[in-house]
């Protein structure tokens, strides 16, 4: 796979992979949430237990109790079927005196009180039973010996018979210590999970159900939320993936180098055209990755500077930098290796101490190490940065400003800052001998530079005419292609070695 691919798609398939396996973790989590939201749905019992009277309002028939004679009459039983009949809650109503029975039936009453007597909730002069087909009887006791029955319409909305097995689920009602199995089965024999749901008035109801019943009633929602949050996890890692642009990524692959050490100095010596030494090096960062792949700076530089990566890759620079030149033999003593640090990094302090003890580390003459100013990117601080320029300058250590004219400070950096030394960029050095203004741009700089008793190094020279004019402007010191490119460090050991041995760099390309 191609490895920028694997890193933009990388953050999301990883976000995919967790929440899938949260949300397979959390299913049963999810499927009681479910379970317990049905239950306070459904349960919904048309009873208000303040009082007894309270209890026949919520039934619908309060109103039936003062017209009744309690003789089961033919006024008592046509009372009864009108309640009845106009009550939504109450299936069947019957009336038990001292003397006589009746009930909407007429003259027959068939559910004897005494026989749910001991099952029953009692609430004053309530009770509260169990019926068949999930309904319950609620019988109200009056003074004289007589009482009121009512069989409440099955409850068919709080029970899960139409959706699971009737031995998967049990429902008791609770009244404070009091309570009555509406719908019983053993819960000895089989593992039930409780739910419970708490009612006014002190009642509330719990449900035993096992792990099938809890699916059987939130398979379908189950279903639903599975379904939209893999649909909402699907997009939201497509966007992520999407949004992922190239700087993003290759933000990644920079984390990725940086963590493997892949950003590594080249060196490009800096050669006096007249007497032929090599007086020092600027040292440019590669990208040196696993595979063999070197990476030039213009491809990720920008992005690094401008999510700070920068500095860390400074800092490895600087470490292999400090040792590969603490390697070097029979250096002349004005040999230095310039390392390019962006302007943000020379505000702080803290570089200036690391870079200290990397050369007292590696037992480095101060001086060995220059600092070229990039202008990518401008000083927020100038007085910070002054303050530590200050201090590497107190320290031998010299500031040279690179790519003169090209960035943010211009010449300015040349009025308020310690600098040294004077790079011209190449795109002015393009100039000599052609009709370009810029070739007017030169000859102000190297002016410049001269009244202001500046070194000046000349970059991105690449041919003899070249090298020949800036002789005659009095530039001497060339960096480019004419004597040598950039290189890994063997070579540019070996490139020591051999203008050592020949005593004049000029004859090493």
């Known amino acids: 796979m191609n490895k920028s691919i694997w890193l933009r798609w990388r953050q999301p398939l990883i976000i995919f992979v967790l929440c899938f396996a949260g949300l397979g973790l959390i299913q049963n989590f999810i499927k009681s949430t479910l379970f317990q939201i049905d239950l306070s749905n459904r349960a919904n019992i048309p009873l208000d237990t303040t009082d007894s009277a309270a209890v026949l309002r919520s039934l619908g028939i309060s109103n039936l109790i003062p017209q009744l004679t309690f003789t089961c009459s033919p006024h008592d039983i046509s009372e009864l079927r009108m309640a009845d009949q106009d009550s939504t809650h109450v299936h069947y109503l019957q009336l038990k005196t001292p003397k006589n029975e009746c009930s909407v039936y007429g003259y027959v009453a068939p559910i004897d009180p ?9 609430i004053n002069d309530i ?31 709080l029970l899960y018979h139409s959706k699971t097995k009737r031995e998967n689920i049990a429902i008791t009602l609770t009244y404070k210590n009091q309570h009555i199995t509406i719908s019983n089965v053993n819960k000895k024999t089989t593992k039930h999970r409780l739910f419970k749901k708490d009612l006014p008035h002190n ?34 890692c497509l966007l992520l993936g999407l949004n992922n642009n190239h700087q993003n990524t290759v933000k990644s692959m920079i984390d990725n180098g940086i963590r493997n050490k892949e950003f590594i100095p080249y060196y490009q010596p800096i050669i006096n055209s007249v007497s032929g030494e090599i007086i020092g090096c600027e040292t440019l960062l590669r990208w040196h990755k696993s595979n063999g792949e070197i990476i030039p700076p213009n491809a990720f530089i920008d992005i690094a500077e401008k999510n700070k990566q920068i500095y860390e890759i400074t800092d490895l620079l ?109 795109m002015f050095i393009d100039t000599i001998g052609t009709c370009d203004v810029k070739a007017n741009i030169l000859n102000a700089i190297i002016t410049f530079g001269k009244k202001a008793n500046l070194i000046m ?31 890994p460090f063997k070579d540019f050991k070996q490139f020591i070695k051999t203008c050592v041995e020949s005593d004049n760099c000029l004859d090493c390309k």
């Open 203 to 236: 009642f509330s109801i719990e449900v035993f159900v096992t792990e099938q019943g809890i699916n059987d009633v939130t398979k379908k929602d189950l279903y639903l939320i599975n379904s939209v949050s893999m649909f909402a996890l699907i997009v939201l």
């Open 114 to 122: 005494a026989s749910i007597i001991n099952k029953s909730i009692k």
């Open 318 to 426: 600087i470490e292999q930098v400090t040792a590969d030149i603490a390697s070097l033999k029979d250096l002349n003593d004005q040999f230095y290796a310039s390392i390019n640090v962006p302007p943000h990094q020379l505000e702080n302090q803290t570089f200036a101490t690391k870079l200290l003890q990397k050369l007292s580390e590696h037992d480095i003459s101060n001086h060995r190490l220059a600092i070229e100013i990039t202008e990518r990117t401008p000083f927020t601080d100038f007085e910070s940065a002054k303050s530590v320029m200050q201090r590497l300058i107190d320290n031998d250590i010299s500031i040279k400003l690179d790519d003169a004219g090209t960035g943010f400070g211009g010449f300015s950096y040349l009025q308020e800052l310690p600098i040294n030394t004077l790079k011209i960029d190449k």
């Open 457 to 487: 190094i000349a970059e991105g020279v690449e041919s003899l005419d070249q090298v020949e004019y800036l002789r005659e402007q009095g530039v001497f010191l060339i960096q480019g292609f004419v004597y040598a490119k950039p290189m």
């Open 127 to 157: 009770s509260i039973s169990p019926y068949t087909n999930n309904r319950l009887i609620i019988v109200k006791h009056f003074s004289n010996g007589a009482s009121l029955l009512a069989v409440s319409e099955p409850f068919t909305k």
